[in-house]
C-alpha cells in the first residue's frame, strides 16, 4: 500500500477552478502568447483538445507544425513527487553553480544584481543575497533562486554541491512555495547580465539564461543538463534537428515547448524534429540549405562594400550611417567563419542602418544598383549570425536505426555539423529495449537472460576518419563536458560528442535518480564509461589529438554494477550466467582502459611516460590551468603529457619532479579533480626522498582573501614532507592588468632555466588594426576631442568626463613625499559610488614626449597625421598624435610578448638575438625603467608598420585610486588620497626621477582641468554602522577607512544611528610631522567621539630617536581592540588596506 500525502492547499480548489486560471498568466505580456494559452493550451490541459476549432488554430499561425517557444515557464506544473524543494544557504556557498549546471530542468538559477534591485524583492528580507566574487562581478550582489513550481525535488543540485557541509540541502517545498514563487518571478524579471562574465567557463556559463526549460523529463532526467547547456553556450546561433526519442517527447509534445528564447534579444534555437531512420539526413539538410544561402549573402555583402568603395573613388559622398554601415560590413566580412557570438553582435549593430538604408520601394526598372543589393541583403538577413547546426538524439538512433545517415553525414570533412548522442544504453522512450549501445550483460527487453555482445564502440569507430571531433564526457565532470561542446562547436567539421544520461529505466538504486550525479561520477570512477577528446585540429599542431580525460580506475566495476536494476536483475534470476557476462565486462573495461592509455601516449620520443623525467600535474575548475599545464607539456621537452592531480599517485612524487599547474576554486578551495590527490598528500607522513623536486604555479584573483590558496597549500606540505622546490611559486592574477598572463610569464622565465631546457621559440601572432591614412591633411580639435569621446565611451571602457575642483598637498611643499588630496566633481548619476569604491583615473602621455617620439620614429607621420580608424569604439578620423597621447601606452613597460612581436620584423639576426634574450628586457628595466617607446627606437630598423605598431603597443589601463569621501557626507564631489609614485634610475641620459605615468599626470593637474574616469566597485563589503570595525591602514591606504568613518560619523550626526558600534582605527606613515594625513580631521573626531565610538591609534615608523621602527601592524598585535572588537563579537569586521606585508 502506498500513501499518498495530498497539499493542505488543495482544500482550497474549488469546483469552478480551471487549471490555467492558477498559472503564471501574470506573467503572460504579450498578447500572442496569452492567446496561445488561452484559446490552445488551457483546452488541451483538460483534455478538450478535440473541441478547438480550426479558426484557433489559423487565427495562432500554428500550420505547419510551428509552436510558439518557451510556453513551458507559464504552466507551472509543480511536478515534484518528492514535495522538497532545495534551501540555499549562503554562507557555506563559493558561488561555483556546480548545482545549476546539472539540474535537469533549470528550476534553480544564479543572478547577478545590484543591491537597489535586491532591496525592491516582493520579500527583501527572504531574497537572500552575498557579495558577488570575482573581479567582473564586483559591486554586484550574487543570488541563487528556485523556481517551487518546476523543480521536481530530485536532489542533482544537491549531490553536485562539492562544498562540505554542503551549501543547498532538501526543505518542504510547503514551507517557501508563496515567498519562493515571487522571489522567482521578481528575479527572471531582472535584466540578464551573463555577459559580464566568461560564458565558456563553467561557472560563466551558468549565468547565462538556459534556453531550454521546465522540460516534462523525468525527475533527475540525465539527458535534459547537456540540452540545456547546449542553448546556454550557442542557443542564440543555434539550430537544431532532433531525432524521435525521449529529447523529442520532452523537447516538444504540442502543446508544451520548453526551447524559449534570450529575454534580451528575442533569439533562441531553431528546433525540429524528425523520423528515427533519417533525423542525420534532416539535420544535414539545414546545414546544406544554409551554407547555401549563407554563401549567397557573403557574395552580395562583398558586391555591396565595392560598390560603395568605387562610389567613394568617383568623389560620391556618403552619409556618416552609410559609412558605419559599409565599416560594420567589413568587419563581419572579416570575422563570417569566427564560431562565436561575433557575427551576431555585428548584425546586433547592422541591422537598424541596414533598415534605414533600404530606399522605399520603387520598381527594379528604376532602383540602383545599392538599392537592389540592399534589398537582396535584408532578404537573407537571418543568414548574419554563424549558425551552429546540431543533430541530436538517442542511442537508439544513432546506434542503429539511424546510424547509416549518421555515418554518412560525419564522413564528409565539408559537413560542419555537430552531433550529440545522449547514451542512455537503451531505446528508453518505447520502454528500455535493447539497441547496440546496451552493454554486455544488461538485462533489459529483448535481452533479458543478459546482453551477450560488447557494447558498440561508437566513438572509435568515427575517430577512424580522422577529421571528425569526438568525445565522451559525463555530467559529473562539469568542466570536461564543457570543454567538449566547445571544441566540438567550433571545430572545423563534422563532430560527435557521446554524453552519458542516467536513465529511469536503469533501475538506478537505492534513490532512482536522485542518485543521477552519483550515478555518473561512478560510472567514470570504475572505468564502466570513459572520459576523453579526440580533436583533429590538435594533429594540424603536430600533438596527438586524442587526450583521455579519466586515466585512472578508482572503483571495482562489480560496485557499479550492484547499483542498477538492469544488472542486479540478471544475476537474481540468472546468477551463473551473470558472473560469467560480469567478468567478461569487467575483462573488457580493463582492456579498453589500456587501449585508450596507448592512445594517450603522445607523440614525444619517450618509450613510456614514466621515461619523462618531469611528470606535469594540474587541478584545473574551468579549463584554463589545465589547458597552461598542456601548453606547458607541450613546450617541455623532459615531460610527457599534463594530467589531472587526481589521476597521478603521490608516490609516484617520490625521487622525481613534478611542477604543479593550480587552480582556485570558490575562497581557497582546491579544484574537483584535484581533492583526492592533495587529500593524499595531506595525509603522508612518511618524507620523499633524496631528488624529489617540484615547482608551482597558482591561478587566481586577488580580489579573493584566499587568493592562490590551493597551490600554496601544495607548496607548503611538499615543503614540510622534505622536496626540494626550484623556484618561488607562480602566481598569476586574473584581476591584473594583463590577466594571469603576466605572473604566468615571469615564472616561465625562471622555470626554463631551472629545468636546464631551452625555452620554446613562439612566433606570436599579430592582428593589425584596422586602419588607413586619411586623405585629409589636419583635424580640428573638436573632432579629436569627438573620437576620443568615442573610445571612452565605448562599452569596454565605460568612463565619463569630470572636472578637477581642488588639488591640495598634504605635506609640506619641500618634502620628498608628495601626499596629495585630490577632489573631483561627482556629475550626478554618471560616478555614483558606494564606500569601499575606487576612481578609475585613465591617465594620458605627455605630449611633448610624444610628439618627440614620432617625430624620430618615422619621416611617413608625425603627431598631426590623420588616420582613419575603426578599433577600440573608434569609427573615424582621428589624429596620431592623440591616438599616442590618450589611448596608446607608449611609455608603458614592455612585455616580452611585445619584443616577440617586434622581432617579427627584424632582419639582422644579431639585433633579433637581442630581442630574445630574456636577460635584456630584465636588465633595461633595473637601469632605466624601459618603456615600448625605448624598445622601438632602440631596435629601429625593425619598424613595423602603423596597423602592427598599433595592435602590438597595449591601450593604457586605467589606475584605480581608493575614495577617501562618504557619499552620504559629500553628495557632490569625490575625494582621493593620492601618494605620487616616484623611482630613482640609474642610467647616462635618464639619470634621474621617474614618475608614473597617472601620477605624473596627476600632480600636474590644477582646478578646472578636466579627466576621464570611471567607477570602480570595491571588492570588500563595507561595514554597517552596527558592526564593530577594526581598520589598519599605512600612506594613502588611509583612504577607504577614511569614507568608513566619515560616513559614520555623518549618520551618527544626522542622527540616523544614535549609538554606532566601536569603531578603531590604525594609522601608520614614516613621521609624524610630516606624515599624519588628515590630522585636524582626525584629532576631532578623537575629541568629539574619543569617549563613547572612537579610537585611534597612530604607528610613525621614523620618529623614534635610537632607530626603532614600530608599524602598524605592531600596535595591531599589542592592542585590545582586535580582541575586543572582533574576537568577542562574532558581528566584528576587520579591514586592511596597505602594501602586502602589512
Not at 342 to 347: A, E, M, R, T, V
Not at 630 to 654: I, K, Q, Y
Request: net charge negative.
Amino acid at each position: 500500500m502506498l500513501v499518498v500525502n495530498v497539499p493542505n492547499r488543495w482544500r482550497q480548489i474549488t469546483e469552478g477552478d480551471r487549471p490555467f486560471e492558477n498559472r503564471h498568466i501574470s506573467l503572460i505580456n504579450d498578447k500572442k502568447v496569452y492567446k496561445f494559452m488561452s484559446e490552445i493550451v488551457e483546452p488541451i490541459s483538460h483534455l478538450e483538445g478535440d473541441n478547438i476549432p480550426i479558426s484557433k488554430f489559423l487565427e495562432n499561425n500554428l500550420l505547419g507544425g510551428i509552436m510558439i517557444p518557451g510556453t513551458t515557464k507559464y504552466e507551472k506544473r509543480n511536478p515534484n513527487p518528492t514535495g522538497q524543494i532545495p534551501e540555499w544557504d549562503l554562507n557555506k556557498c563559493t558561488q561555483c553553480n556546480q548545482c545549476v549546471f546539472v539540474c535537469p530542468h533549470a528550476a534553480i538559477r544564479p543572478f547577478i544584481i545590484s543591491k537597489e534591485e535586491a532591496l525592491a524583492a516582493p520579500y527583501a528580507k527572504k531574497f537572500e543575497t552575498v557579495k558577488a566574487s570575482g573581479a567582473e562581478l564586483v559591486g554586484n550582489r550574487y543570488t541563487l533562486q528556485i523556481s517551487p513550481l518546476d523543480c521536481t525535488g530530485c536532489n542533482a543540485c544537491v549531490e553536485a554541491c562539492p562544498e562540505s557541509p554542503k551549501a543547498l540541502k532538501l526543505g518542504d517545498i510547503e514551507d517557501v512555495l508563496e515567498v519562493g514563487e515571487k522571489n522567482w518571478d521578481y528575479a527572471v524579471s531582472l535584466p540578464e547580465r551573463g555577459d559580464m562574465v566568461d560564458k565558456y567557463t563553467v561557472r560563466g556559463s551558468q549565468f547565462q539564461t538556459p534556453l531550454m526549460e521546465f522540460s516534462g523529463a523525468c525527475g533527475g532526467c540525465g539527458e535534459t543538463p547537456y540540452f540545456k547547456l547546449l542553448t546556454q553556450l550557442f542557443g542564440e546561433r543555434m539550430v537544431i534537428a532532433n531525432a524521435t526519442g525521449c529529447s523529442s517527447i520532452w523537447g516538444g509534445s504540442f502543446p508544451s515547448n520548453p526551447y524559449t528564447v534570450s529575454p534580451k534579444t528575442g533569439r533562441g534555437p531553431a528546433w525540429a524534429n524528425s523520423l528515427f531512420e533519417d533525423n542525420a539526413e534532416y539535420g544535414f539538410g539545414m546545414f546544406a540549405a544554409m551554407r547555401h544561402r549563407r554563401e549567397k549573402l557573403i557574395r552580395l555583402v562583398q558586391d555591396y562594400v565595392h560598390h560603395t568603395q568605387v562610389q567613394s573613388e568617383h568623389g560620391e559622398n556618403s552619409t556618416e550611417d552609410e559609412e558605419k554601415l559599409v565599416s560594420l560590413l567589413e568587419d563581419w566580412l572579416e570575422a563570417r567563419e569566427e564560431k562565436t557570438d561575433k557575427c551576431s553582435f555585428l548584425f546586433d549593430k547592422i541591422k537598424p542602418l541596414l533598415n534605414k538604408a533600404i530606399p522605399e520601394k520603387e520598381s527594379s526598372e528604376e532602383a540602383s544598383v545599392e538599392a537592389l543589393l540592399l534589398s537582396q541583403i535584408w532578404a537573407e538577413r537571418d543568414m548574419f549570425p554563424k549558425i551552429s547546426q546540431w543533430i541530436v538524439g538517442g542511442d537508439g538512433w544513432a546506434y542503429d536505426i539511424g546510424f547509416g545517415g549518421l555515418d554518412h553525414v560525419e564522413a564528409f570533412e565539408s559537413n560542419d555539423v555537430n552531433v550529440l548522442i545522449v547514451d542512455t544504453e537503451m531505446y528508453s522512450n518505447t520502454g528500455g529495449q535493447a539497441s547496440k549501445a546496451t552493454p554486455r550483460g544488461a538485462s533489459v527487453k529483448y535481452a533479458i537472460g543478459g546482453k551477450q555482445e560488447r557494447k558498440k564502440n561508437i566513438g572509435e569507430i568515427f575517430m577512424t576518419y580522422e577529421h571528425v571531433y569526438v568525445a565522451s564526457v559525463a555530467i559529473h565532470d562539469q568542466a570536461q563536458t564543457l570543454r567538449a561542446f566547445v571544441e566540438a562547436d567550433r571545430h572545423k567539421g563534422p563532430s560527435l560528442i557521446i554524453a552519458y544520461a542516467p536513465c529511469i529505466q536503469q533501475g538506478v538504486r537505492p534513490a532512482g535518480l536522485n542518485d543521477m550525479i552519483d550515478e555518473s561520477r561512478y560510472a567514470v570512477d570504475s572505468g564502466y564509461w570513459p572520459l576523453y577528446r579526440f580533436n583533429p585540429e590538435l594533429a594540424h599542431e603536430g600533438k596527438n589529438p586524442f587526450i583521455l580525460d579519466a586515466k585512472k580506475l578508482r572503483k571495482e566495476i562489480s560496485g557499479f554494477l550492484k547499483r542498477e536494476g538492469r544488472f542486479i536483475n540478471l544475476k537474481k534470476a540468472h546468477p551463473e550466467i551473470a558472473d560469467e557476462l560480469f567478468a567478461k565486462m569487467n575483462n573488457d573495461v580493463h582492456h579498453r582502459m589500456e587501449h585508450l592509455k596507448e592512445l594517450a601516449a603522445g607523440y614525444k620520443a619517450f618509450d613510456h611516460k614514466d621515461d619523462a623525467s618531469v611528470q606535469v600535474l594540474f587541478a584545473s575548475e574551468t579549463g584554463t590551468a589545465a589547458q597552461v599545464a598542456r601548453d606547458f607539456a607541450d613546450a617541455c621537452t623532459l615531460s610527457h603529457d599534463a594530467d589531472a592531480m587526481d589521476n597521478g599517485e603521490v608516490d609516484d612524487l617520490d625521487g622525481h619532479t613534478t611542477v604543479f599547474v593550480i587552480a582556485t576554486a570558490g575562497q581557497g578551495a582546491m579544484p574537483q579533480n584535484g581533492k583526492r590527490f592533495y587529500q593524499e598528500l595531506e595525509s603522508r607522513e612518511e618524507p620523499f626522498s633524496e631528488g624529489t623536486r617540484f615547482m608551482v604555479m597558482g591561478l587566481g584573483d586577488s580580489s579573493y582573501y584566499f587568493f592562490c590558496k590551493a597551490a600554496k597549500d601544495v607548496e607548503r606540505k611538499m615543503l614540510e614532507l622534505g622536496a626540494k622546490q626550484m623556484i618561488p611559486t607562480g602566481m598569476g592574477d586574473d584581476s591584473a592588468e594583463d590577466g594571469m598572463q603576466q605572473g604566468l610569464h615571469e615564472w616561465l622565465d625562471q622555470v626554463w632555466p631551472a629545468l636546464e631546457v631551452p625555452p620554446p621559440v613562439e612566433v606570436p601572432h599579430i592582428t593589425p588594426v584596422k586602419v588607413i591614412f586619411s586623405k585629409r591633411a589636419i583635424l580640428p580639435p573638436e573632432e579629436d576631442e569627438h573620437m576620443l569621446q568615442q573610445f571612452y565611451q565605448s562599452a569596454d571602457q565605460k568612463a565619463v568626463s569630470t572636472q578637477i575642483i581642488s588639488n591640495d598637498l598634504l605635506c609640506p611643499p619641500d618634502y620628498n613625499r608628495d601626499f596629495r588630496k585630490i577632489t573631483v566633481q561627482k556629475r550626478n548619476g554618471a560616478l555614483d559610488y558606494g564606500l569601499g569604491d575606487a576612481l578609475d583615473i585613465f591617465p594620458t602621455n605627455d605630449v611633448e614626449k610624444v610628439h618627440t617620439f614620432l617625430q624620430e620614429y618615422s619621416p611617413d607621420f608625425d603627431e598631426r597625421t590623420v588616420v582613419k580608424l575603426h578599433a577600440w569604439g573608434i569609427d573615424g578620423d582621428i589624429s596620431l598624435g592623440v591616438l599616442f597621447t590618450n589611448i596608446l601606452d607608449l611609455f608603458g613597460k614592455p612585455s616580452m610578448h611585445f619584443l616577440q612581436q617586434l622581432a617579427t620584423f627584424e632582419t639582422d639576426e644579431e639585433e633579433r638575438s637581442i630581442m630574445l634574450d630574456l636577460q635584456f628586457l630584465k636588465a633595461q628595466a633595473k637601469k632605466a625603467g624601459i618603456t615600448h617607446a625605448d624598445v622601438l627606437m632602440r631596435f629601429k630598423k625593425a619598424h613595423p608598420p602603423l596597423p602592427a605598431l598599433l595592435a602590438m603597443i597595449p591601450l593604457i589601463k586605467p589606475r584605480a585610486y581608493s575614495i577617501a569621501s562618504a557619499p552620504v557626507a559629500s553628495p557632490d564631489t569625490i575625494e582621493l588620497c593620492v601618494l605620487i609614485n616616484t623611482w630613482w634610475t640609474k642610467q647616462d641620459e635618464n639619470d634621474g626621477m621617474r614618475y608614473g605615468l597617472t601620477c605624473d599626470m596627476l600632480r600636474k593637474l590644477t582646478s578646472g582641468d578636466r579627466l576621464w574616469c570611471r567607477i570602480k566597485p570595491g571588492s570588500m563589503e563595507a561595514p554597517s554602522p552596527d558592526q564593530p570595525v577594526v581598520c589598519a591602514g599605512i600612506g594613502s591606504g588611509l583612504a577607504p577607512h577614511l569614507a568608513f568613518l566619515r560616513d559614520r560619523v555623518y549618520r551618527y550626526k544626522t542622527g540616523e544611528v544614535p549609538s554606532p558600534a566601536p569603531f578603531s582605527l590604525y594609522f601608520g606613515n614614516r613621521f609624524y610631522a610630516k606624515e599624519f594625513l588628515y590630522q585636524n580631521e582626525m584629532e576631532e573626531y578623537v575629541e568629539a567621539y574619543g569617549k563613547s565610538w572612537f579610537t585611534l591609534h597612530t604607528a610613525f615608523s621614523r620618529d623614534d630617536p635610537s632607530g626603532k621602527k614600530v608599524y602598524v601592524q605592531d600596535l595591531v598585535g599589542s592592542t585590545e581592540d582586535v580582541r575586543k572588537l572582533l574576537h568577542e563579537d562574532t558581528n566584528g569586521m576587520l579591514y586592511v588596506c596597505g602594501n602586502q606585508n602589512l
